[in-house]
Each structure stands twice: as structure tokens, then as C-alpha cells.
T-cell receptor
Framework: EPEVTQTPSHQVTQMGQEVILRCVPI?????FYWYRQILGQKVEFLVS????????KSEIFDDQFSVERPDGSNFTLKIRSTKLEDSAMYFC?????????FGPGTRLTVT | QKEVEQNSGPLSVPEGAIASLNCTYS??????FFWYRQYSGKSPELIMS????GDKEDGRFTAQLNKASQYVSLLIRDSQPSDSATYLC???????????FGKGTTLSVSS
């Protein structure tokens, strides 16, 4: 069964550093998403992406964040200058239409 | 502010019983509703989607939607210890891309 994959599974970075989180969505899906979940809190929407552009973004997704589909398979989330409060699980998801399927996540730890 | 509300639990049921999980949402124009299961430290796993008023059954799971009452529920029949997890209710926002999640209800099934 096809699934969303994410790398790395765990990323440790220092405050102020740039990080890139990578995702490979399910191959025939057209919609891609990033969500985050701070420990003990609910899953929060960051951004959705369709047809090589952002469809929707939340208030969390400020100028420090960007997304890119650099090739036909990868979908990336970049955080330019990480803050302590960016520490969270970051989930990539993809969908063909309504149902979104999540990857295993990247645990980002900012020290 | 769009909200999805769930009782955090824990909801404890004996093996073989029916577990009933409830969710209310604030945005009257929401169109799509989803139940995800999340094991501790893992990513959300899609269980059910429901788009129309009424019941939708899939194996041991039944989702129920009442748009007039802005209420979604999930019934799990013949609960198993492996069903012990946090169940997340999610609703599509008005733009139709972002999922708005509740905090989740923790279910514990005892053998």
C-alpha cells in the first residue's frame, strides 16, 4: 500500500539555524500539506500546496517558513531561522481529493 | 476562530464493549469530517471519512454526522485492546484544504 514518507525521522538543530524537512507524498496525489504537533497539543495546520503553489496557509506559517516541490517526488518544508518554539513533530500529508494521509513525521528539536 | 471540541477522556471500556466518541465543531459551513487514530508517538492514521448526514459503517467502525447539530461521532464495536489510542476528530475548513483537529479523546480498552 502506498504511503507518505518523511526524512529525517529526528532532526536536532540550534536556534537560528535553517532546517529542511523532506517528504515524498503518495505518487498519484495532487495535494500536499504540512502540519505540526507540539508535544501534548493538537495537530495544527501549516500550509497546503497544489499545482506548484500554496493553496492556503495558517497564521503559524509566517515568513520564516517556506515550501517547495523541487522535483516530481519531493515536497519540502524549510524553516529559515529556527526558534525554540518550533520544536514539534512535523507531519507531511497528501491527498487525491478529501482524505489526507499522513507520513510518520519528523521530530524537530531546537536547542 | 474555528473550533473542534472533543472530550479529552480518558474513556475506559472493557474488551468487547462499544466505545462512543463524540465531537462538535463550530464552523457551520464545514463539509468534510474525518476520524483519525493516533498511537502515542506516531502519526495520525485515517479511520473514517463522512460527508453526508447519517451513518457510515466500515467494519467495526461507524461514523455518524448531524450537520444541524454540528456533531460527529465514532462508534467502535467489539472494542479490542489494540484500539487503545487517541482518536482525533478533524473537519475541513471553509476553503476546503486545511484540516482543523480537535485535541483528541484517549480511549483505553481493558482486557
Amino acid at each position: 500500500e502506498p504511503e507518505v514518507t518523511q526524512t529525517p525521522s529526528h532532526q536536532v538543530t540550534q536556534m537560528g539555524q535553517e532546517v529542511i524537512l523532506r517528504c515524498v507524498p503518495i505518487s498519484n496525489h495532487l495535494y500536499f500539506y504540512w502540519y505540526r504537533q507540539i508535544l501534548g497539543q493538537k495537530v495544527e495546520f501549516l500550509v497546503s500546496f497544489y499545482n506548484n503553489e500554496i493553496s492556503e496557509k495558517s497564521e503559524i506559517f509566517d515568513d520564516q517558513f517556506s515550501v517547495e516541490r523541487p522535483d516530481g517526488s519531493n515536497f519540502t518544508l524549510k524553516i529559515r531561522s529556527t526558534k525554540l518554539e518550533d520544536s514539534a513533530m512535523y507531519f507531511c500529508a497528501s491527498s487525491e481529493q478529501g482524505e489526507q494521509y499522513f507520513g510518520p513525521g519528523t521530530r524537530l528539536t531546537v536547542t | 476562530q474555528k473550533e473542534v471540541e472533543q472530550n479529552s477522556g480518558p474513556l475506559s471500556v472493557p474488551e468487547g464493549a462499544i466505545a462512543s466518541l463524540n465531537c462538535t465543531y463550530s464552523d457551520r459551513v464545514s463539509q468534510s469530517f474525518f476520524w483519525y487514530r493516533q498511537y502515542s508517538g506516531k502519526s495520525p492514521e485515517l479511520i473514517m471519512s463522512i460527508y453526508s448526514n447519517g451513518d457510515k459503517e466500515d467494519g467495526r467502525f461507524t461514523a455518524q454526522l448531524n450537520k444541524a447539530s454540528q456533531y460527529v461521532s465514532l462508534l467502535i464495536r467489539d472494542s479490542q485492546p489494540s484500539d487503545s489510542a487517541t482518536y482525533l476528530c478533524a473537519v475541513n475548513d471553509q476553503a476546503g484544504t486545511a484540516l482543523i483537529f480537535g485535541k483528541g479523546t484517549t480511549l483505553s480498552v481493558s482486557s
